[in-house]
Every structure is written in structure tokens, then in C-alpha cells.
């Protein structure tokens, strides 16, 4: 596509989302708006990209760095006539097509936009409209046409009367332009009175009265051209994506038990044979091996899931790694920089945090892990916490390979416990255990014979038990 520049209109102030963010910027499944048209137009490969932006963009420069964009400042929001006019330096001598499209309509497809330009080069024309039928025009430009079809003009809805406003054909917002003709003709698009602003819009007229040819492409399906204006809308487009999303994962092979509450960014990838259960969110670069099951309610962030690792039910990862055959959950939360190695077990109620957890342990009750190493084979007991923190800062506990650390042991950090150790029950360890040893770190226990029963006689005798009449 090399005979193609596009322009990317986002300088409006968006102020219908009632936003201290920019409209663009508002995430749409994980991504900023303005990265759909961004990645659209890159994904097509059209030689340059540019961005017009308003003032106050530097969110939008931060939110596409490393993309290969120009930006264009439009220093006031006069319309989207005077947008795409910004450009004029940046594409002076540019001859082939402008492709210009809304900073707002997420849903468009590369499909739809390459047959946009098909369409524009074989009419020879000097701009091509993409337009489309929709149940609900309110917002949109009305395409107007004559007896014989053929395009007249394009009316805003803020400037229709009430018979065009009943048009359901509307403009998508994303035209290819005849480059060589088009700044001269934008410069001869009025300002509205209504709106104080120049219409993009307006070009079809200008170019109308020149007699230049001006063809339209209507889109086969309408929920592609969404324009996202308001939160309503935004929702509304977060419905299609999911949807689109979802059908791709179901085709790959993965079973989504419920589709309408599984909440899985585009960037997710999800192996075949991975049943994913009701109200699971998978965000950002998570990747998800095949045969693995997601219980209800999980979220998992930036995660790497290996295959055939089950997450039960209301567990929360981040930023963590899951070899194949683990266990999580229920309930369990695997803070950043978690590893657990194959075949491992974290259980109910665990967080685990900058740990690695060797193959085949398990911690699987009601414990606390961070900033630990621990072996292979080694058994966590229930309530079990590695104390990392001293108020100051943070230390690691190494666990060696098949120690056994009986239930509600507190590890005082720094601390190794050496291979095959076992941890007695209710210790609190705070100096390092060989190998095969076996520490006690609590208080030996007392046992006084009949101390009970004589101490509830003496009571007895002090008060006499209560009658039941009182
Ligand atoms: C626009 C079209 C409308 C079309 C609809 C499709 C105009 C006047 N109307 O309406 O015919 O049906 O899109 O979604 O073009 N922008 C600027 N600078 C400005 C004003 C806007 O860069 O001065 C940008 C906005 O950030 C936005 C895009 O242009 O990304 C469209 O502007 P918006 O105000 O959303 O236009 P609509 O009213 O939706
Ligand atoms: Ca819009």
C-alpha cells in the first residue's frame, strides 16, 4: 500500500465521555482507543501514518511510542475539515491516496478499509465515502442521495431537518481522498454556522460542484463502523470486539463455557482443549496453554500458563509463570514475578509473591510465600508464612529440596532450610537448618495428668452450677 498515506483524526475534545482522559485513550479490551485505527492502518501497510492531535496530547504520544506515527498538531478543534487540512506540509507533493479515518471507529476492519481503497482506485474517483445502513443513525452524518442514487451531499444530524434526519444510511467517518486534489478543496469547505466548525463531510460538495467523480462503498457489516463518542458507545463496542474475540478463540479450539461473561483481551492467546468457565477476565500478554481449565471468577494478568494447568475458582495472577500440570486456587493470588515449576500446588487462601516453587511442591493451604526459593518435592504446611520483612527491608527464604514444613511454621527471612529438613509444627525458625535436621522452634509442651478434671471440681465447689429455671 505505498501509494497510501493515512491521516487519523483525534484532536477532538471528545467531551460527550465527560472524561479527565482523552476520549482516545479510554481502554477498549486492554488497549487505548486510538491504538485500533493506529494498528489498523500499519497492519495494511500504508506508507506513513499521521496523527492529528490536539494541544494537550502527550498521553496519546506516550500511549503509541514505538509505533511508527507522525504527529500533526491541531492547536484548536475546528472541525474535522481543518484536522485533516494540518496535514497539509507533512503530505505536500504526496500524490497517491489519503486514507482518513476517525480516531473513534475501533471496530473497522482491515478487510473493509483495503476494499475501501480497492473500490477508490478502480472508480478513479476523487474521494470514496464509506458508508453503512444501520438501525440507529442518531449521531451520524446522513448520506443524501438523488433520484438515481447517485451521492448529492452529506448532511450533519446537527444541521438535518427532521425528513433527513430519517435516512439510516449514514458516513462511517473513513474516506480515501485523491491527495493531489484534496487541500485545495478543503480550503474551500465552509464553516458551519451551527457548529462554528469546518465539515470533513463538506468536501463531497466541493467536489460535486467541481464535477469530480465522488463514489461510496457501503460496508457489509454495520456494527463495524461504531463510532465511540459516548461511555454508551464504548460499551457497545467492548460487546462486538469481545465478540469477535471470542469466536476466534472458539474456532482455535477453546471452550468458553459462558461467552457472555468472559472477559479476554485480544492480546490473549489460549491453547485448544482450555475450558474457560463463567466470569473469567484474561488481560494483557497472558498466554494460556492447550488442555488447561479456568475455573469461575479468575483473573489472570500477563501470565504464562503452560498446558494442563487448572486455576479453580476466584484466584487472581499476575505477572507469573505456570508450568504444566499446576494446580491454583481456589482463592489463591500469585502476585508478580511468581514461578511455579511443573506439577506444583498452591491451594486455598495462598499468595505467593517473587517466589519459584520447584516441581512438585505443594503449599496448599492458607500460607504466605514471598521472596523464597523453594525445591522440589518440598510440602508447605497449612498456615504457614515466610516473615520477608523487617519493617526495613525485605529478605528471601530458601527452601531446599523435599523439606517438609509442618503447619503454621513462621520462616524469619534471611533463612535456608536445608535438603530433606522437617520444620515441627508452630516453629518460628529464625537461624538456618542443615540438611536432614529437624528444628523445633517453639516452646516444649507442658502436660499436667488430671489437672483438668481437678481444676473443674474446684470451680464447682466455688459456684455451683446454674439452675436451668433462671
Ligand atoms: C463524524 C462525521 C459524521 C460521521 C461520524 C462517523 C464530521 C463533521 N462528522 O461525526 O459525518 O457520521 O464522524 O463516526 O466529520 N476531530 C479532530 N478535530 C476536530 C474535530 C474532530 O481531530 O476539530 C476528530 C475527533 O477526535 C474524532 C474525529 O475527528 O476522532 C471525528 O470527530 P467527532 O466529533 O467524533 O465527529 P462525529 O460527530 O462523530
Ligand atoms: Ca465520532
Do not use: W
Not at 460538495?205 to 461504531?226: G, M, N
Amino acid at each position: 500500500m505505498h501509494d497510501v498515506c493515512a491521516v487519523i483524526l483525534a484532536a477532538g475534545e471528545g467531551t460527550r465521555m465527560r472524561s479527565q482522559l482523552p476520549k482516545v485513550l479510554h481502554p477498549l479490551l486492554g488497549r487505548p482507543l486510538i491504538s485500533y485505527p493506529v494498528d489498523l492502518c500499519l497492519g495494511l501497510g500504508v506508507k506513513r501514518v499521521l496523527l492529528v492531535v490536539g494541544p494537550r496530547a502527550e498521553g496519546v504520544r506516550q500511549a503509541l511510542a514505538g509505533r511508527p506515527v507522525e504527529f500533526v498538531e491541531q492547536a484548536e478543534p475546528r472541525g474535522t475539515a481543518d484536522a485533516v487540512l494540518q496535514t497539509e506540509m507533512a503530505l505536500a507533493g504526496f500524490r497517491g491516496i489519503v486514507l482518513v479515518l476517525g480516531g473513534d471507529t475501533p471496530l473497522l476492519t482491515e478487510l473493509t478499509v483495503a476494499g475501501l481503497l480497492d473500490a477508490h482506485r478502480r472508480a478513479r474517483a476523487v474521494a470514496t465515502v464509506l458508508t453503512a445502513r444501520v438501525e440507529d443513525a442518531a449521531g451520524y452524518g446522513r448520506i443524501l442521495r438523488d433520484r438515481r442514487s447517485a451521492l448529492r451531499r452529506i448532511v450533519e444530524e446537527v444541521e438535518a431537518t427532521v425528513k433527513e434526519k430519517a435516512v439510516r444510511e449514514i458516513n462511517a467517518g473513513c474516506y480515501g481522498f485523491a491527495g493531489a486534489a484534496l487541500f485545495a478543496a478543503l480550503k474551500r469547505v465552509p464553516v458551519s454556522p451551527v457548529k462554528r466548525e469546518s465539515f470533513l463531510p463538506g468536501l463531497v460538495e466541493v467536489f460535486l460542484r467541481q464535477r469530480r467523480r465522488v463514489h461510496t462503498v457501503e460496508v457489509s457489516d454495520p456494527t463495524e463502523v461504531l463510532g465511540v463518542n459516548t461511555r454508551a458507545e464504548l460499551a457497545q463496542a467492548a460487546v462486538v470486539l469481545r465478540q469477535r474475540v471470542h469466536e476466534r478463540l472458539m474456532a482455535e479450539g477453546v471452550t468458553l463455557l459462558d461467552p457472555a461473561t468472559a472477559y479476554i483481551d485480544a492480546t490473549v492467546t489460549i491453547g485448544p482443549d482450555t475450558v474457560i468457565y463463567p466470569g473469567v477476565i484474561l488481560q494483557g500478554a497472558t498466554t494460556i496453554g492447550a488442555g488447561c481449565v479456568v475455573y469461575g471468577h479468575c483473573r489472570i494478568q500477563n501470565s504464562h500458563l503452560a498446558d494442563a494447568v487448572t486455576i479453580l475458582d476466584g484466584s487472581v495472577i499476575s505477572e507469573s509463570e505456570i508450568a504444566e500440570g499446576c494446580v491454583v486456587g481456589p482463592y489463591a493470588h500469585l502476585r508478580p514475578h511468581s514461578r511455579l515449576r511443573s506439577k506444583v500446588k498452591v491451594g486455598n487462601f495462598c499468595e505467593v509473591k517473587q517466589a519459584v516453587i520447584g516441581a512438585g511442591s505443594k503449599v496448599p493451604h492458607l500460607a504466605y510465600v514471598g521472596d523464597a526459593t523453594i525445591g522440589e518435592k518440598v510440602n508447605v504446611g497449612a498456615g504457614t508464612i515466610t516473615c520477608n520483612y523487617d519493617g526495613f527491608a525485605k529478605h528471601q527464604t530458601v527452601i531446599e529440596d523435599e523439606v517438609f514444613v509442618g503447619s503454621n511454621a513462621n520462616l524469619v527471612a534471611p533463612i535456608r532450610i536445608g535438603r530433606g529438613a522437617i520444620i515441627a509444627a508452630g516453629s518460628t525458625i529464625t537461624e538456618a537448618v542443615p540438611p536432614d535436621a529437624v528444628a523445633f522452634g517453639r516452646a516444649p509442651q507442658v502436660t499436667k495428668e488430671g489437672r483438668a478434671k481437678a481444676t473443674r471440681q474446684k470451680r464447682q465447689a466455688m459456684a455451683p452450677p446454674k439452675s436451668d429455671e433462671e
